[in-house]
Protein backbone atom coordinates (compact mmCIF):
# COMPACT_ATOMS: atom_id res chain seq x y z
CA UNK A 1 0.00 0.00 0.00
CA UNK A 2 1.67 3.38 -1.03
CA UNK A 3 -0.86 5.87 0.59
CA UNK A 4 -1.32 6.98 3.94
CA UNK A 5 -1.89 10.23 3.40
CA UNK A 6 -3.95 10.84 0.79
CA UNK A 7 -6.27 13.20 3.22
CA UNK A 8 -3.64 16.00 2.96
CA UNK A 9 -4.98 16.95 -0.53
CA UNK A 10 -8.14 18.50 -1.08
CA UNK A 11 -9.64 17.69 -4.62
CA UNK A 12 -11.16 19.86 -7.30
CA UNK A 13 -12.37 18.18 -10.33
CA UNK A 14 -13.37 21.21 -12.41
CA UNK A 15 -16.33 20.05 -15.25
CA UNK A 16 -15.35 22.80 -17.71
CA UNK A 17 -12.64 24.96 -18.52
CA UNK A 18 -14.59 28.43 -16.75
CA UNK A 19 -14.62 26.15 -13.35
CA UNK A 20 -10.95 24.92 -14.22
CA UNK A 21 -10.14 28.82 -14.13
CA UNK A 22 -12.21 29.87 -11.15
CA UNK A 23 -10.74 27.31 -9.01
CA UNK A 24 -7.25 28.03 -10.34
CA UNK A 25 -7.63 31.83 -8.88
CA UNK A 26 -9.68 30.90 -5.70
CA UNK A 27 -8.07 28.26 -4.55
CA UNK A 28 -3.95 29.20 -2.65
CA UNK A 29 -1.56 26.95 -4.12
CA UNK A 30 -3.88 24.73 -6.38
CA UNK A 31 -1.45 22.15 -7.72
CA UNK A 32 -3.05 20.81 -11.51
CA UNK A 33 -2.79 17.58 -12.66
CA UNK A 34 -2.43 16.45 -16.22
CA UNK A 35 -1.80 12.95 -16.79
CA UNK A 36 -0.07 13.00 -13.31
CA UNK A 37 2.95 11.08 -14.60
CA UNK A 38 5.40 13.40 -12.24
CA UNK A 39 2.71 14.60 -9.42
CA UNK A 40 1.91 10.89 -9.05
CA UNK A 41 5.50 9.80 -8.48
CA UNK A 42 6.02 12.95 -5.92
CA UNK A 43 3.09 11.33 -4.14
CA UNK A 44 4.23 8.08 -3.92
CA UNK A 45 7.22 8.92 -2.36
CA UNK A 46 5.69 10.91 -0.33
CA UNK A 47 7.76 14.25 -2.04
CA UNK A 48 5.13 16.50 -2.51
CA UNK A 49 4.08 18.65 -0.07
CA UNK A 50 0.20 18.85 0.96
CA UNK A 51 -1.56 21.01 -1.27
CA UNK A 52 -4.62 21.14 -2.86
CA UNK A 53 -4.82 19.21 -6.15
CA UNK A 54 -6.90 19.69 -9.40
CA UNK A 55 -7.37 17.15 -11.80
CA UNK A 56 -7.98 18.61 -15.08
CA UNK A 57 -8.88 14.80 -16.90
CA UNK A 58 -12.78 15.97 -17.06
CA UNK A 59 -11.68 18.67 -19.63
CA UNK A 60 -10.58 16.15 -22.13
CA UNK A 61 -13.43 17.19 -24.62
CA UNK A 62 -12.35 20.30 -24.58
CA UNK A 63 -8.31 20.30 -24.02
CA UNK A 64 -7.61 16.30 -25.07
CA UNK A 65 -7.24 16.61 -29.30
CA UNK A 66 -4.86 17.76 -31.69
CA UNK A 67 -5.68 20.09 -34.56
CA UNK A 68 -5.09 22.37 -37.25
CA UNK A 69 -5.36 26.16 -36.60
CA UNK A 70 -4.84 28.73 -39.90
CA UNK A 71 -1.59 26.67 -40.96
CA UNK A 72 -0.44 26.18 -37.27
CA UNK A 73 -0.34 22.71 -35.35
CA UNK A 74 -2.75 23.18 -31.91
CA UNK A 75 -1.65 20.69 -29.02
CA UNK A 76 -4.27 21.05 -26.71
CA UNK A 77 -2.82 20.55 -22.65
CA UNK A 78 -4.22 17.54 -22.22
CA UNK A 79 -3.13 15.77 -25.12
CA UNK A 80 -0.74 12.64 -25.18
CA UNK A 81 2.65 11.23 -26.41
CA UNK A 82 0.65 8.62 -27.57
CA UNK A 83 -1.81 11.19 -29.45
CA UNK A 84 1.53 12.70 -31.02
CA UNK A 85 3.14 9.88 -32.39
CA UNK A 86 -0.03 8.95 -34.12
CA UNK A 87 -1.37 12.17 -35.53
CA UNK A 88 -1.20 12.04 -39.16
CA UNK A 89 -0.09 15.73 -39.49
CA UNK A 90 2.24 15.69 -36.90
CA UNK A 91 4.03 12.40 -38.61
CA UNK A 92 3.80 14.35 -41.96
CA UNK A 93 5.38 17.59 -41.00
CA UNK A 94 6.81 17.82 -37.32
CA UNK A 95 8.85 14.89 -37.31
CA UNK A 96 10.86 16.15 -34.19
CA UNK A 97 7.89 15.82 -32.00
CA UNK A 98 7.10 12.63 -33.00
CA UNK A 99 10.78 11.39 -32.49
CA UNK A 100 10.60 12.81 -29.03
CA UNK A 101 7.27 11.50 -28.40
CA UNK A 102 8.75 7.86 -28.91
CA UNK A 103 12.23 8.09 -26.88
CA UNK A 104 9.96 9.76 -23.85
CA UNK A 105 9.27 6.82 -21.37
CA UNK A 106 7.67 3.58 -22.10
CA UNK A 107 4.48 3.05 -23.92
CA UNK A 108 2.22 3.43 -20.49
CA UNK A 109 3.98 6.48 -19.49
CA UNK A 110 3.49 8.01 -23.11
CA UNK A 111 -0.42 7.44 -22.82
CA UNK A 112 -0.63 9.36 -19.81
CA UNK A 113 2.10 12.11 -20.09
CA UNK A 114 1.17 15.52 -21.56
CA UNK A 115 3.24 17.98 -23.71
CA UNK A 116 2.13 20.08 -21.61
CA UNK A 117 3.11 18.59 -18.37
CA UNK A 118 6.20 18.02 -20.16
CA UNK A 119 6.86 22.10 -20.22
CA UNK A 120 5.61 22.89 -17.04
CA UNK A 121 7.54 20.54 -15.55
CA UNK A 122 10.41 23.06 -16.21
CA UNK A 123 13.29 20.09 -16.11
CA UNK A 124 16.21 21.34 -18.48
CA UNK A 125 16.32 17.36 -19.15
CA UNK A 126 11.85 17.57 -20.33
CA UNK A 127 12.56 15.61 -24.09
CA UNK A 128 9.86 17.57 -25.62
CA UNK A 129 10.74 21.02 -25.08
CA UNK A 130 14.17 21.18 -27.52
CA UNK A 131 11.60 20.23 -30.40
CA UNK A 132 9.04 23.07 -29.07
CA UNK A 133 11.71 25.22 -29.25
CA UNK A 134 13.12 24.11 -32.30
CA UNK A 135 9.95 24.79 -34.05
CA UNK A 136 8.84 27.87 -32.52
CA UNK A 137 6.04 27.16 -30.25
CA UNK A 138 3.90 29.17 -28.42
CA UNK A 139 2.31 28.34 -25.36
CA UNK A 140 -1.08 29.60 -24.69
CA UNK A 141 -1.74 30.79 -20.67
CA UNK A 142 -5.44 30.81 -19.54
CA UNK A 143 -6.90 32.52 -16.36
CA UNK A 144 -9.97 34.53 -15.30
CA UNK A 145 -8.40 37.75 -16.05
CA UNK A 146 -7.81 36.77 -19.75
CA UNK A 147 -5.78 35.03 -22.36
CA UNK A 148 -1.87 35.42 -23.14
CA UNK A 149 0.83 33.77 -25.48
CA UNK A 150 4.11 33.15 -25.18
CA UNK A 151 6.86 32.12 -26.56
CA UNK A 152 7.89 28.27 -25.35
CA UNK A 153 11.58 30.21 -25.50
CA UNK A 154 10.92 33.10 -23.40
CA UNK A 155 8.75 30.42 -21.14
CA UNK A 156 11.72 29.83 -18.59
CA UNK A 157 13.20 32.24 -16.25
CA UNK A 158 15.33 29.72 -14.75
CA UNK A 159 16.10 26.28 -13.22
CA UNK A 160 12.62 24.83 -12.72
CA UNK A 161 11.47 28.74 -12.87
CA UNK A 162 8.69 29.59 -15.25
CA UNK A 163 6.76 32.85 -16.28
CA UNK A 164 3.07 30.90 -15.42
CA UNK A 165 1.36 32.82 -12.50
CA UNK A 166 -0.64 31.27 -9.76
CA UNK A 167 -4.03 32.07 -11.27
CA UNK A 168 -2.89 30.69 -14.89
CA UNK A 169 -3.28 27.29 -16.72
CA UNK A 170 -2.39 26.28 -19.86
CA UNK A 171 -4.61 25.48 -22.43
CA UNK A 172 -2.75 24.79 -25.57
CA UNK A 173 0.86 24.71 -27.28
CA UNK A 174 0.44 26.20 -30.87
CA UNK A 175 3.03 25.65 -33.23
CA UNK A 176 3.45 27.25 -36.84
CA UNK A 177 4.62 25.33 -40.12
CA UNK A 178 8.11 24.60 -40.64
CA UNK A 179 9.68 26.35 -43.82
CA UNK A 180 9.05 24.24 -46.77
CA UNK A 181 11.93 21.71 -47.95
CA UNK A 182 13.38 22.14 -43.75
CA UNK A 183 15.62 19.39 -42.56
CA UNK A 184 14.65 18.11 -38.82
CA UNK A 185 17.02 16.22 -36.69
CA UNK A 186 16.65 14.42 -33.23
CA UNK A 187 19.29 12.68 -30.90
CA UNK A 188 18.60 12.02 -27.10
CA UNK A 189 21.76 10.51 -25.66
CA UNK A 190 20.73 8.78 -22.53
CA UNK A 191 21.85 5.78 -20.69
CA UNK A 192 19.72 3.70 -21.93
CA UNK A 193 17.04 3.70 -24.53
CA UNK A 194 13.79 3.60 -23.20
CA UNK A 195 12.61 5.50 -19.52
CA UNK A 196 16.15 6.91 -18.71
CA UNK A 197 16.33 11.03 -18.07
CA UNK A 198 18.87 12.42 -20.86
CA UNK A 199 22.59 13.40 -20.42
CA UNK A 200 22.16 15.28 -23.48
CA UNK A 201 19.01 16.11 -26.39
CA UNK A 202 19.38 18.08 -29.28
CA UNK A 203 16.13 19.17 -31.65
CA UNK A 204 17.25 20.88 -35.12
CA UNK A 205 15.69 22.39 -37.77
CA UNK A 206 17.61 23.52 -41.00
CA UNK A 207 15.55 25.70 -43.69
CA UNK A 208 17.07 26.94 -47.16
CA UNK A 209 18.87 30.09 -44.87
CA UNK A 210 17.86 29.87 -41.47
CA UNK A 211 19.22 26.85 -38.47
CA UNK A 212 17.74 26.47 -35.15
CA UNK A 213 19.10 24.26 -32.90
CA UNK A 214 18.17 23.39 -29.01
CA UNK A 215 19.79 21.51 -26.67
CA UNK A 216 18.19 19.87 -23.08
CA UNK A 217 20.37 18.68 -20.10
CA UNK A 218 22.96 21.23 -20.98
CA UNK A 219 22.23 24.47 -18.59
CA UNK A 220 19.62 25.52 -16.14
CA UNK A 221 17.36 25.09 -18.80
CA UNK A 222 16.47 24.14 -22.52
CA UNK A 223 18.25 26.60 -24.68
CA UNK A 224 19.21 27.66 -28.21
CA UNK A 225 22.74 28.63 -29.42
CA UNK A 226 22.28 31.36 -31.56
CA UNK A 227 25.55 32.10 -32.50
CA UNK A 228 25.96 28.54 -33.87
CA UNK A 229 22.93 29.11 -35.62
CA UNK A 230 24.64 31.85 -36.93
CA UNK A 231 28.08 30.77 -38.11
CA UNK A 232 25.90 27.76 -39.29
CA UNK A 233 23.58 30.05 -41.87
CA UNK A 234 26.31 32.23 -43.26
CA UNK A 235 28.51 28.92 -44.20
CA UNK A 236 30.46 27.91 -41.35
CA UNK A 237 32.35 24.62 -41.90
CA UNK A 238 31.63 22.01 -39.03
CA UNK A 239 34.80 22.52 -37.39
CA UNK A 240 34.34 25.77 -37.08
CA UNK A 241 30.53 25.96 -35.84
CA UNK A 242 31.48 23.34 -33.13
CA UNK A 243 34.29 25.68 -32.08
CA UNK A 244 31.46 28.31 -31.56
CA UNK A 245 29.29 26.03 -30.01
CA UNK A 246 32.40 25.60 -27.19
CA UNK A 247 32.12 29.64 -26.80
CA UNK A 248 28.26 29.34 -26.19
CA UNK A 249 27.48 26.28 -23.94
CA UNK A 250 28.94 25.68 -21.00
CA UNK A 251 27.05 22.36 -19.64
CA UNK A 252 27.47 21.34 -15.37
CA UNK A 253 28.18 18.73 -14.01
CA UNK A 254 26.02 16.16 -12.16
CA UNK A 255 25.24 12.56 -11.07
CA UNK A 256 24.08 11.98 -14.79
CA UNK A 257 27.31 13.33 -16.17
CA UNK A 258 29.83 15.63 -16.36
CA UNK A 259 30.51 18.77 -17.76
CA UNK A 260 33.29 17.72 -20.41
CA UNK A 261 31.42 15.13 -21.45
CA UNK A 262 28.26 16.61 -22.22
CA UNK A 263 30.21 19.12 -24.44
CA UNK A 264 32.16 16.50 -26.51
CA UNK A 265 28.78 15.16 -26.95
CA UNK A 266 27.35 18.23 -27.57
CA UNK A 267 29.85 19.04 -30.14
CA UNK A 268 29.55 15.02 -32.02
CA UNK A 269 25.79 15.87 -31.88
CA UNK A 270 26.29 18.99 -34.38
CA UNK A 271 28.80 18.08 -36.49
CA UNK A 272 25.65 15.11 -37.53
CA UNK A 273 23.30 17.63 -37.73
CA UNK A 274 25.57 19.25 -39.97
CA UNK A 275 25.74 16.04 -42.05
CA UNK A 276 22.14 14.77 -41.89
CA UNK A 277 20.43 18.00 -42.65
CA UNK A 278 23.14 19.57 -45.43
CA UNK A 279 21.44 21.00 -48.19
CA UNK A 280 22.22 18.20 -50.90
CA UNK A 281 23.60 15.47 -48.29
CA UNK B 1 -16.34 12.09 -4.24
CA UNK B 2 -17.98 8.16 -5.57
CA UNK B 3 -15.64 6.92 -8.12
CA UNK B 4 -17.51 4.26 -10.60
CA UNK B 5 -15.33 2.30 -12.91
CA UNK B 6 -15.94 -1.33 -14.64
CA UNK B 7 -13.34 -3.54 -13.69
CA UNK B 8 -13.01 -6.84 -15.75
CA UNK B 9 -16.45 -6.63 -16.86
CA UNK B 10 -18.06 -5.75 -13.08
CA UNK B 11 -19.63 -2.27 -12.16
CA UNK B 12 -17.38 -1.35 -9.15
CA UNK B 13 -17.78 2.11 -7.04
CA UNK B 14 -15.52 3.04 -4.03
CA UNK B 15 -15.02 5.73 -1.76
CA UNK B 16 -11.33 5.86 -1.70
CA UNK B 17 -9.73 9.12 -1.53
CA UNK B 18 -9.58 10.87 -5.26
CA UNK B 19 -5.94 10.62 -4.75
CA UNK B 20 -5.48 7.18 -4.03
CA UNK B 21 -3.49 5.54 -6.67
CA UNK B 22 -5.61 3.20 -8.82
CA UNK B 23 -3.28 0.39 -7.57
CA UNK B 24 -4.10 0.68 -4.51
CA UNK B 25 -7.86 0.29 -4.93
CA UNK B 26 -7.27 -2.36 -7.22
CA UNK B 27 -5.66 -4.17 -4.22
CA UNK B 28 -6.87 -2.69 -1.48
CA UNK B 29 -10.47 -2.40 -1.97
CA UNK B 30 -11.06 -4.72 -4.85
CA UNK B 31 -8.65 -7.01 -3.32
CA UNK B 32 -7.63 -7.83 -7.01
CA UNK B 33 -3.99 -8.56 -6.11
CA UNK B 34 -2.94 -9.96 -9.30
CA UNK B 35 -1.76 -6.90 -10.04
CA UNK B 36 1.55 -6.01 -8.64
CA UNK B 37 3.00 -3.55 -6.82
CA UNK B 38 7.21 -2.75 -7.49
CA UNK B 39 8.51 0.89 -7.59
CA UNK B 40 5.36 3.31 -7.14
CA UNK B 41 6.75 5.43 -9.81
CA UNK B 42 6.25 4.24 -13.15
CA UNK B 43 9.70 2.54 -13.76
CA UNK B 44 8.91 -1.00 -13.54
CA UNK B 45 5.50 -2.31 -14.87
CA UNK B 46 4.22 -4.55 -11.92
CA UNK B 47 1.28 -2.43 -11.94
CA UNK B 48 0.41 -2.15 -15.77
CA UNK B 49 -3.57 -2.75 -16.47
CA UNK B 50 -5.47 -1.44 -19.41
CA UNK B 51 -7.54 1.53 -18.60
CA UNK B 52 -9.91 2.20 -21.50
CA UNK B 53 -7.95 0.27 -24.07
CA UNK B 54 -5.15 1.67 -22.82
CA UNK B 55 -1.61 0.32 -21.40
CA UNK B 56 -1.15 2.65 -17.49
CA UNK B 57 0.91 2.59 -14.72
CA UNK B 58 -1.35 2.08 -12.25
CA UNK B 59 0.37 2.96 -9.23
CA UNK B 60 0.80 6.49 -11.24
CA UNK B 61 -3.30 6.91 -12.00
CA UNK B 62 -5.13 9.12 -9.04
CA UNK B 63 -8.23 6.85 -8.87
CA UNK B 64 -10.38 9.87 -9.53
CA UNK B 65 -8.84 9.72 -13.00
CA UNK B 66 -10.34 6.41 -13.40
CA UNK B 67 -13.97 7.41 -13.05
CA UNK B 68 -16.29 6.11 -15.85
CA UNK B 69 -13.21 3.59 -16.91
CA UNK B 70 -13.04 0.64 -18.03
CA UNK B 71 -10.20 -1.30 -16.88
CA UNK B 72 -8.91 -4.54 -17.17
CA UNK B 73 -6.62 -6.50 -14.89
CA UNK B 74 -4.84 -9.87 -15.63
CA UNK B 75 -7.56 -11.53 -13.22
CA UNK B 76 -10.00 -10.73 -16.41
CA UNK B 77 -8.33 -12.83 -18.75
CA UNK B 78 -9.42 -16.29 -18.20
CA UNK B 79 -12.60 -17.60 -19.74
CA UNK B 80 -14.71 -20.64 -17.93
CA UNK B 81 -15.15 -23.19 -20.50
CA UNK B 82 -18.64 -24.86 -20.82
CA UNK B 83 -17.69 -27.49 -18.49
CA UNK B 84 -16.72 -25.08 -15.21
CA UNK B 85 -12.70 -25.21 -16.26
CA UNK B 86 -10.30 -22.48 -17.11
CA UNK B 87 -9.17 -20.98 -19.92
CA UNK B 88 -6.29 -19.31 -19.88
CA UNK B 89 -5.55 -16.34 -22.30
CA UNK B 90 -2.96 -17.37 -24.86
CA UNK B 91 -0.52 -15.07 -23.52
CA UNK B 92 -0.73 -16.59 -19.99
CA UNK B 93 -1.10 -19.98 -21.68
CA UNK B 94 2.17 -19.38 -23.59
CA UNK B 95 3.69 -17.90 -20.87
CA UNK B 96 3.28 -21.38 -19.04
CA UNK B 97 4.73 -22.83 -21.42
CA UNK B 98 7.85 -20.92 -22.64
CA UNK B 99 8.26 -20.43 -18.44
CA UNK B 100 7.83 -17.18 -18.52
CA UNK B 101 7.34 -16.46 -15.24
CA UNK B 102 10.20 -17.50 -12.14
CA UNK B 103 9.62 -15.59 -9.47
CA UNK B 104 6.74 -14.04 -10.96
CA UNK B 105 6.34 -10.20 -9.74
CA UNK B 106 6.57 -8.95 -13.13
CA UNK B 107 4.29 -11.69 -14.77
CA UNK B 108 0.60 -10.02 -14.13
CA UNK B 109 2.11 -6.39 -15.98
CA UNK B 110 4.49 -8.02 -18.61
CA UNK B 111 1.29 -10.21 -19.58
CA UNK B 112 -1.20 -7.32 -19.90
CA UNK B 113 1.33 -5.37 -21.76
CA UNK B 114 1.41 -8.64 -24.15
CA UNK B 115 -1.78 -8.93 -24.58
CA UNK B 116 -2.36 -5.69 -25.16
CA UNK B 117 0.05 -5.57 -28.29
CA UNK B 118 -1.18 -8.57 -29.54
CA UNK B 119 -4.61 -5.66 -29.77
CA UNK B 120 -2.72 -3.11 -31.03
CA UNK B 121 0.60 -4.30 -32.32
CA UNK B 122 0.32 -0.35 -34.42
CA UNK B 123 0.99 1.27 -31.06
CA UNK B 124 4.52 -0.48 -30.69
CA UNK B 125 6.14 0.55 -34.74
CA UNK B 126 9.37 -1.03 -33.08
CA UNK B 127 7.84 -4.53 -32.25
CA UNK B 128 7.62 -6.44 -29.10
CA UNK B 129 11.14 -4.75 -27.25
CA UNK B 130 9.38 -1.44 -27.40
CA UNK B 131 5.47 -2.90 -26.60
CA UNK B 132 7.52 -4.55 -23.20
CA UNK B 133 9.92 -1.94 -22.71
CA UNK B 134 8.09 -0.19 -19.96
CA UNK B 135 7.78 -3.91 -18.25
CA UNK B 136 11.11 -4.50 -16.06
CA UNK B 137 11.93 -8.47 -15.27
CA UNK B 138 14.63 -8.89 -12.90
CA UNK B 139 14.65 -13.05 -13.32
CA UNK B 140 14.15 -14.44 -16.68
CA UNK B 141 16.87 -12.39 -18.44
CA UNK B 142 13.62 -11.53 -20.81
CA UNK B 143 14.19 -14.62 -23.53
CA UNK B 144 11.28 -16.75 -22.26
CA UNK B 145 9.00 -13.97 -22.00
CA UNK B 146 9.99 -12.70 -25.49
CA UNK B 147 9.27 -17.11 -26.62
CA UNK B 148 6.15 -16.86 -25.04
CA UNK B 149 4.74 -13.64 -26.61
CA UNK B 150 5.94 -15.01 -29.97
CA UNK B 151 4.28 -18.14 -29.08
CA UNK B 152 1.17 -16.23 -28.30
CA UNK B 153 1.15 -14.18 -31.51
CA UNK B 154 1.10 -17.47 -33.66
CA UNK B 155 -1.84 -18.85 -31.50
CA UNK B 156 -3.39 -16.51 -33.29
CA UNK B 157 -4.29 -12.53 -32.55
CA UNK B 158 -6.65 -13.11 -29.50
CA UNK B 159 -9.63 -10.54 -29.34
C1 LIG C 1 8.86 6.26 -15.63
C2 LIG C 1 8.90 7.65 -16.16
C3 LIG C 1 9.67 7.95 -17.27
C4 LIG C 1 9.74 9.26 -17.77
N1 LIG C 1 10.53 9.49 -18.85
C5 LIG C 1 10.65 10.76 -19.32
C6 LIG C 1 11.50 11.03 -20.43
O1 LIG C 1 12.11 10.13 -21.02
N2 LIG C 1 11.61 12.33 -20.85
C7 LIG C 1 10.93 13.34 -20.23
O2 LIG C 1 11.07 14.49 -20.65
N3 LIG C 1 10.10 13.10 -19.18
C8 LIG C 1 9.94 11.84 -18.72
N4 LIG C 1 9.14 11.60 -17.64
C9 LIG C 1 8.46 12.73 -16.97
C10 LIG C 1 6.98 12.95 -17.35
O3 LIG C 1 6.40 11.77 -17.80
C11 LIG C 1 6.79 14.02 -18.40
O4 LIG C 1 7.38 15.24 -18.00
C12 LIG C 1 5.31 14.25 -18.73
O5 LIG C 1 5.22 14.99 -19.91
C13 LIG C 1 4.54 14.97 -17.63
O6 LIG C 1 3.20 15.16 -18.10
P1 LIG C 1 1.94 14.81 -17.17
O7 LIG C 1 0.73 15.26 -17.90
O8 LIG C 1 1.96 13.40 -16.75
O9 LIG C 1 2.28 15.76 -15.93
P2 LIG C 1 1.61 15.93 -14.51
O10 LIG C 1 2.33 15.07 -13.54
O11 LIG C 1 0.14 15.83 -14.58
O12 LIG C 1 2.00 17.47 -14.28
C14 LIG C 1 3.35 17.92 -14.36
C15 LIG C 1 3.39 19.40 -13.99
O13 LIG C 1 2.68 20.19 -14.96
C16 LIG C 1 1.65 20.94 -14.34
N5 LIG C 1 0.56 21.01 -15.33
C17 LIG C 1 0.05 19.98 -16.05
N6 LIG C 1 -0.89 20.44 -16.90
C18 LIG C 1 -0.98 21.77 -16.71
C19 LIG C 1 -1.78 22.82 -17.32
N7 LIG C 1 -2.65 22.56 -18.30
N8 LIG C 1 -1.60 24.09 -16.89
C20 LIG C 1 -0.70 24.37 -15.91
N9 LIG C 1 0.08 23.44 -15.31
C21 LIG C 1 -0.07 22.15 -15.71
C22 LIG C 1 1.32 20.21 -13.07
O14 LIG C 1 0.76 21.05 -12.11
C23 LIG C 1 2.71 19.71 -12.66
O15 LIG C 1 3.42 20.73 -12.04
C24 LIG C 1 9.01 10.29 -17.13
C25 LIG C 1 8.20 9.98 -16.03
C26 LIG C 1 8.14 8.68 -15.56
C27 LIG C 1 7.27 8.38 -14.37
S1 LIG D 1 4.65 -0.09 -9.38
FE1 LIG D 1 3.88 1.07 -11.00
S2 LIG D 1 5.52 1.12 -12.38
FE2 LIG D 1 6.39 0.11 -10.68
S1 LIG E 1 9.79 -13.36 -13.13
FE1 LIG E 1 10.70 -12.40 -11.42
S2 LIG E 1 10.72 -10.31 -12.05
FE2 LIG E 1 10.11 -11.33 -13.83
Known amino acids: MIVSNAVRYPTYVPATVAEALEQKAGVANLLPIAGGTEVMVMFNEGLLAPCPVQSLHRLAPEWGGIREAEGSLVIGALATYTDVRHHPVVRERYPLLVEAARVTGALQIQNRGTLVGNIVNGSPAADTVPALFAYGAQVRLLSTRGERTVAVTDFYTGYRKTVLRADELISEIVIPPPADGARHYYRKVGTRAAQAISKVVVAGVRGRDSVRLAWGSVGPTTLRTPKTEAAIASGADADEAVATLATEMSPLDDIRSTRDYRLAVSQNLLREFLKRTSPGG | ?159
Open chain 2, 1 to 159: MTIRMTINGRDCTTDANPMTPLLDVLRESCRLTGTKYGCGEGECGACTVIMNDELVMSCLVPVMQAEVATIETVEGLARMADDGAEILHPVQQAFLECGGAQCGICTPGMVMAGVHHLRHPELAPDGLAEALEGNLCRCTGYSAIFRAMERAAEAGRPA
